[in-house]
């Protein structure tokens, strides 16, 4: 035999000049949950390690995370039941403790990326991304100016990347828009292009007490046997004007993040969402599986699919990992 591949294999020192794919904590956003309040900092049962953050608490955690590395987080809100209606109008309240939070972190932190998330389900009664009317269905048209709102007021509260992750029609243009005309050029747009309609956001459901109250979201979230619809939604976000394109979840998902990775000249993101990041917690909890082993290859395996940023819960974990516990493939 002249060609024998285990020879590239031999060693830790070979091995690491054989690897093709590494992934830095740079590369990482960490969403959290946040609440209003003080000092309330409460555990997520589905989903361990993750919490409901108020802002007290948060400033000390979102400091740790960037003294390991972490600069961009994804917040999201978990609203009081009370202030939520068919319109979402809380999302753009002037007294809205999300924006407020935005504001405080930003003031903290300056160096800091903040990305929001922009779609009607913390915030409708219906539990929904969109607009229900009547019937029962989600009217897209009604929903873009609510969206488009939102994104201003999330803008104006200092996000920097606004992440839509609705999955309405014509979306990224009416957000553009309405950000360009309050004079937001610089603000980003990471869209959720390929969001599919899946069973893996459950614990995330649970965090924000948002799972739609009648029906489920297949009328506007994608089908998970389909690809090349997530080209079709590609293009549409790109010519929107996307800066960066999401797919979503990321592991069943990682033949789509390929596919924009190799369609299209904007960063692909991918997020690790909330059901991947729990059924591997919950294995390595029943000692099944040994986390700090299979964590760092499932975060792997999606940069090497293609993913150039990575939002996942288990940020900080990696970010630890890489400074104290690193060991090599
Ligand atoms: C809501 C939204 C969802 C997630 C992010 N934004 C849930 C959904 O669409 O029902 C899921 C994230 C996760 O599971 O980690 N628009």
């Known amino acids: ?178 950000l360009d005309e309050k004079d937001f050029q610089q603000v980003s747009i990471m869209s959720y292009t390929a969001k599919y309609a899946s069973a893996f956001y459950g614990p995330f459901r649970d965090a924000l007490d948002s799972a739609p109250k009648s029906g489920d979201k297949k009328t506007y979230q994608m089908n998970p046997a389909n690809a090349m619809e997530a080209l079709r939604e590609a293009k549409l976000d790109y010519e929107e004007g996307a800066d960066i394109m999401m797919v979503k979840p990321a592991l069943p998902y990682l033949d789509i993040i390929a596919l924009l990775k190799n369609n299209f000249d904007i960063p692909i993101a991918a997020y690790n969402v909330s059901g991947e990041c729990a059924m591997l917690t919950a294995a390595c909890q029943k000692g099944w599986l040994d986390f700090n082993k299979a964590m760092p290859e499932m975060l792997v395996s999606i940069r090497r699919a293609g993913a150039d940023v990575i939002l996942t819960y288990f940020a900080k974990s990696y970010a630890e990992w890489m400074k104290y516990g690193k060991t090599n493939f």
């Open 1 to 178: 035999m002249l060609i024998r591949p285990r020879r590239n294999r031999k060693s830790a020192v070979i091995r690491a000049f054989a690897e093709e794919t590494q992934l830095g904590a740079e590369r990482l956003i960490y969403p959290l949950f946040v609440v209003d309040g003080k000092n309330i900092q409460t555990e997520v049962q589905s989903l361990p390690g993750n919490y409901r953050w108020s802002i007290d608490l948060l400033i000390p955690e979102v400091e740790k995370c960037m003294s390991l590395g972490i600069h961009s987080f994804v917040l999201f809100p978990a609203v009081n039941e009370s202030l939520k209606d068919k319109w979402a109008s809380y999302s753009f309240a002037e007294d809205n403790f999300y924006l407020d939070i935005l504001r405080k972190l930003k003031k903290e932190f300056p160096e800091i990326c903040l990305m929001t998330d922009v779609a009607m389900d913390p915030y409708n009664s219906d539990g929904h991304d969109g607009y229900v009317n009547e019937k029962g269905e989600i009217e897209n048209d009604k929903t873009l100016p609510i969206l488009s709102k939102m994104a201003v007021a999330q803008a104006q509260a200092g996000a920097d990347i606004i992440g839509p992750s609705d999955m309405m029609d014509g979306r990224v243009a009416a957000i553009r828009k309405a």
